[in-house]
């Protein structure tokens, strides 16, 4: 039935696809935040610092921007199924031959695999599905983006069921298997390719929007680096090291995970909410919204550190954030153009990452060289006010070039 569907922008098929393309996005979102969970074990097995023991974590996130830049690009030339597959060879591999691995650097370097399989799962299949939707592609778009949080907020918890009785080796060793018999019969789903007509309408709309903006599409695209680097080092602090912190405190890291957990279940109800207001109002404004409401959260955690504020506070981040990711992919459809969409919101995407990793990685930095994460909460709040220059910039850029009534 798939196979055969009318591939029309829309369409019942293209419904389905989104589905059969969140259930992807969700396996493979487990590379990001496997390693969050296991980073207290690996500091204690290898005996290192913060640091020392955040470096699989940033090394998985290099290879999830390298995924999303170079399988993003795959997906314009040959469909979206190879990149699928590679995707769950990578993490296949990386997270089963990590958990053999003697040493942290070694489990650090096949932690590129677990991200690149990662990568796989996000950009890619947004550019992918964006093409089968026109009046719904914001919705469609963050749906898919939505694959990660809920990766987020289903792994760490089936991680904690698991770790106690198997240890964190035995538990990538159950993830690499699950990774592979799931992915690879999903990828021969999705071989359909869209419509030559709906790729030149989409186009020729973009390049409208482009002209009207007046922006080049390099300068668009260079603007959107920036407050995608900017902001994601600011959400990588209680992304990345909720857990740490929590035990640090004396709650243990269990409940960080179930702050963990939480942040990104809601902000699954955050990406959904800012598909449907992006589709009303558009990408820019919605960005806007979004990294106001971050940098709110971010500001809270400075004053609040009890267990019950925490978990509120966590959930207030998922609420506020969850948007603002899939908002660059909303904005690069809007006005770059449709045929380069796997190389334009994969380059995007892959600054997003690695400004989760450089966060990530500099807070483990900042904790080690303070004994505390004020600092670094402090950092990623500096970081969220440049990401929030920027997108006021490009919002009123946009405001400017919208047709003012008579």
Not at 195 to 224: F, V
């Amino acid at each position: 039935m798939i196979a055969n569907a009318a591939p029309r922008p829309d369409s019942s098929y293209a419904w389905l696809r989104l589905v059969l393309a969140l259930g992807i996005s969700t396996i493979a979102g487990v590379g990001m935040w496997a390693v969050v969970v296991v980073l207290p074990d690996i500091q204690s097995e290898f005996g290192v610092a913060r640091g020392a023991a955040s470096l699989p974590y940033t090394v998985m996130m290099l290879g999830f921007a390298f995924g999303t830049i170079v399988l993003g690009q795959m997906s314009d030339r040959t469909g979206i199924v190879v990149p699928i597959i590679i995707a769950g060879v990578s993490l296949g591999l990386g997270f089963g031959l990590a958990a053999l691995a003697p040493s942290l650097l070694m489990v650090s370097l096949l932690h590129f695999l677990v991200g690149m399989g990662s990568g796989a799962g996000f950009a890619p299949m947004m550019a992918d599905i964006s093409h089968w939707f026109v009046k719904r592609r914001g919705v469609a778009v963050v749906i898919i983006a939505s694959g990660n949080y809920l990766a987020g907020s289903i792994w760490p918890l089936f991680m904690n069921q698991l770790m106690p009785s198997q240890g964190w080796r035995g538990t990538y060793l159950a993830i690499a298997a699950i990774c592979v018999v799931t992915i690879l019969p999903l990828a021969f789903l999705m071989r359909r390719r869209p419509e030559k007509t709906a790729l030149d309408a989409a186009t020729q709309a973009a390049a409208a929007a482009q002209a009207d903006l007046g922006l080049s599409p390099r300068a668009l695209q260079m603007l959107l680096v920036v407050a995608g680097f900017s902001c994601c080092v600011a959400m990588s602090m209680p992304q990345v090291h909720i857990v740490a912190y929590c035990g640090d405190l004396g709650y243990g890291v269990a409940r960080g995970a179930e702050m963990l957990s939480l942040m990104l279940f809601l902000g699954i109800a955050s990406r959904i909410g800012s598909g449907f207001l992006a589709d009303r109002i558009g990408g820019a404004a919605t960005l806007l919204i979004g990294s106001i409401m971050q940098g709110v959260a971010l500001v809270l955690y400075l004053f609040f550190n009890g267990l019950a504020s925490l978990y509120i506070i966590s959930g207030i981040f998922g609420l506020f954030q969850g948007g603002i990711v899939p908002m660059y992919a909303v904005i690069c459809r809007e006005f770059l153009p449709a045929r380069e969409a796997g190389s334009r919101i994969g380059l995007v995407m892959a600054s997003t990452i690695i400004g989760m990793a450089f966060g990530g990685y500099v807070s483990g930095l900042i904790y080690d060289a303070t004994n505390s994460y004020r600092l670094a909460f402090l950092n990623g709040v500096a970081w969220n006010g440049l990401n929030l220059l920027v997108v006021a910039w490009l919002f009123m850029k946009r405001q400017k070039a919208m047709p003012q009534p008579a």
